[in-house]
């Protein structure tokens, strides 16, 4: 589950060393390729696509300004339980972080495609992934474990998902991601909060998120 292990950091020191751990074996040419690929991807997306930090899901902390990741791969990541490395079929698309003090990263990602069509494709591919996504991610010593997909509710006709994963080797120690994933016109907006909060958690309210994106892809690519 490559998006939820490399979204399982509480800083962004943490993300960043991940990274610079992650680069070690790679040469300075793959290191620019993947660099220039990433950039390639994002041309043309425009960022006002964005929902803003007030259009979160609610929580009980507030939301900073975002960070816009530039090593955001759109062409072989997608939500999570995507089988990373496939391709997506998406011409553009952007990934932002909203963090809050302590507990909670509200990631928010776009893939743009050229028709209506690709956008259901990717969406599909995306749902069957879901199938089989714990049993691809057991527990181990590296990477990320996946326990559980739950649908817990639904917002404006979009299912909202609860995977439970923890990162390994600590499999004990659980975390919470918030799923919910927009197909409207030729993108496909997800929003993917995680909850660090130990325990038995309480649904994340995204009826207000939901109508914000539907008006987004509708504004910008309809």
Sequence with gaps: MHLAAARAALSGATVVSAMLLAALPATASVASAATTR???TQVGID???????????????????????????PDVAGPSCWQYGRGTGAI??????????????????????????DAAA??????????????????????TAVYDITKVGEADGVDVLRVTSAANPYSTVLQHF??????????????????????????????GTIAKIKAKLAAYYP
């Design 38 to 40: 990433a950039a390639a």
């Design 178 to 207: 918030w799923v919910a994933v927009v197909r409207q016109g030729r993108a496909v907006y997800a929003v993917q909060l995680l909850d660090y909060r130990h325990g038995d958690p309480q649904l994340m309210p995204f009826d």
């Design 92 to 117: 553009a698309g952007i990934s932002a972080r909203f963090s809050t003090p302590t507990w909670f990263h509200s990631y928010n990602d776009v893939w743009v495609f050229s028709s209506p069509d």
């Design 47 to 73: 960022r006002g696509v964005l929902l803003t930090k007030a259009d979160q899901p609610p929580v009980s902390e507030s939301y900073g300004d975002p960070w816009v990741d530039p090593y955001a791969e």
């Design 122 to 143: 990717f969406e599909r591919q995306w749902r069957a992934d879901l199938a089989t996504c714990v049993d691809r991610n057991p527990p181990a010593e590296t990477g």
